[in-house]
């Protein structure tokens, strides 16, 4: 009998709060962590699907790999990480002797959740040739045990670097997974079942209905989304134009719209990026795939537990030496790879 504990027990969502701040009392909570944030010499990193409050006092938005790069340049003596616990575990690793701040212990991940160190030995032990890659999306302890690190946007570089004729252990998102083997053609990519709650909820249904209602969109997916192997399978017989369909990192799309002459876009991730992507382009009009991929993780982060965490210098997030030490291996194969 399988004594495997089934992936959504092995995590809490926390409840989404509602902030009923008006525009005027959103300024000024913004105007305090300024203040603060230049008493501390702190920087503020926030994640593409962080509330729109919150991204607008980042020094830097961006995604998990454009968190990372910047974290790793840090000149500043505090990071306060407006994202989920594996972000704010990675620059702890980067910045050792710095004080990363997490506002919201909270703030976990799902995909991180759904592997256990001990699977992963398990995992190895059964496949001792093989190279492990894990996504960015998981504890330190996972990364220790890791021969490289990868992120949505370096997941092709990551696997060309590696031997044709080695086993690799992709983890543990199975939908990133399938797009990398078929991305890299490689055969002897072996898949962990893992998928993120929120992206597995995008579902092939969702981009009929988001096609039929706008036909003239590009369709930015992220890899992580449930309707992947689906939309391969749509592109490769023509029924989803080759052309105007693309799978990407969340500042992968960003960059997408910004060489793209297109004016709507369907995107397939959770719905925090479309602040950033109007914002951005105020002139051209985005569709959420599915516009309930909410994140409860990420939007645990407000701007009062910014200007709490500031103020206190807690919580932090702090890795073991030891684990820190091997997980920098994996993240930096990964960094001088991009
Ligand atoms: P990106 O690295 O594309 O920003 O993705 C992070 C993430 O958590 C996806 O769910
Ligand atoms: Fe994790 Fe999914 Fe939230 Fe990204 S969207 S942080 S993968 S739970």
């Known amino acids: 009998m399988s004594t495997k504990i089934p992936f959504e027990a092995r995590y809490t969502l926390p409840p989404i709060e509602q902030v009923l701040d008006t525009r005027e009392q959103i300024r ?43 974290a790793a340049r840090a000149q500043a003596q505090v990071i306060v990480f407006c994202g989920v616990h594996f972000m704010a575990e990675t620059a702890a690793i980067l910045c050792p002797g710095k004080t990363v701040l997490l506002p919201d212990l909270n703030a976990g991940c799902s995909l991180a959740a759904s592997i256990t160190v001990d699977e992963l030995r398990a995992l190895k032990a059964r496949h001792p040739d093989a190279v492990v890659v894990s996504y960015i999306n998981t504890s330190a302890a996972i990364k220790a045990e890791s021969d490289y690190c990868c992120t949505s946007a370096n997941a092709k570089k990551v696997i060309a670097a590696i031997p044709e004729d080695r086993e690799i252990l992709f983890l543990p998102d199975k939908f990133l997974t399938a797009v990398v083997a078929h991305q890299t053609k490689r055969a002897n990519i072996i898949a962990y079942p893992g998928y993120c709650h929120v992206h597995l909820a995008i579902q092939p249904s969702d981009v009929a209905r988001v096609m039929d209602e706008h036909p003239d969109v590009e369709l930015l997916l992220h890899p992580e989304c449930g309707c992947v192997s689906s939309c391969m399978a749509k592109v490769f017989d023509g029924t989803l134009p080759q052309e105007r369909t693309a799978f990407l990192s969340t500042e992968g799309m960003v960059r997408h719209v910004e060489a793209s002459d297109a004016k709507e876009f369907a995107v397939g991730t959770e719905v ?67």
């Open 272 to 338: 925090g990026i479309l602040h950033r992507l109007q914002r951005r382009f105020p002139d051209r009009t985005f569709y959420p795939v599915n516009p309930n991929a909410v994140c409860a993780f990420m939007k645990t982060i407000t701007l009062d537990k910014v200007i709490r965490s500031l103020e206190t210098l807690t919580p932090r997030v702090e890795v073991p030496e030891e684990i820190a030490r091997k997980a920098r291996r994996a993240i930096d194969r990964m960094l001088e790879l991009v």
């Open 28 to 70: 000024e909570k913004q105007d305090r962590i300024r203040r603060l944030k230049a008493e501390r010499n702190a920087l503020i990193l926030a994640h593409n699907y962080q509330r729109d409050e919150v991204q607008e006092i980042g020094d830097f938005v961006g995604d998990s790999l454009g968190l990372s790069q910047t």
